[in-house]
């Protein structure tokens, strides 16, 4: 049961993150500023597992990192936004609530 626990965290942590770039305006955020809308919404994380949910992200080709010479920022790919709406299924990613 743990490990489904987990894993369903893990899954909404992931969404959450897509939702959260998919409503700002730019549709890109600095790493630091998402680490404070997390913890609003209580989903506070460690750095390191923010910047590894982060890199799963990125590795499934739902956001772009821009490594900067201070942080990061992270942009929402056409798949991310397309799955933050629930328009398609990303397997490792919550899918959002009906309407």
Do not use: F
């Amino acid at each position: 049961m743990k490990n489904t626990l987990e894993t369903r965290l893990r899954e909404s942590r992931r969404l959450m993150i897509l939702q959260l770039i998919n409503a700002l305006e730019a549709r890109r955020i600095d790493t630091g500023t998402l680490a404070y809308a997390l913890r609003d919404l209580d989903m506070e994380m460690p750095a390191d597992v923010l910047d590894g949910e982060l890199s799963w992200l990125e590795r499934q080709g739902l956001v772009s990192i821009d490594r900067l010479p201070i942080g990061k920022s992270v942009a929402i790919s056409a798949r991310g936004d397309q799955h933050a709406r629930g328009v398609t299924v990303e397997p490792g990613v919550a899918r959002p609530a009906l309407g």
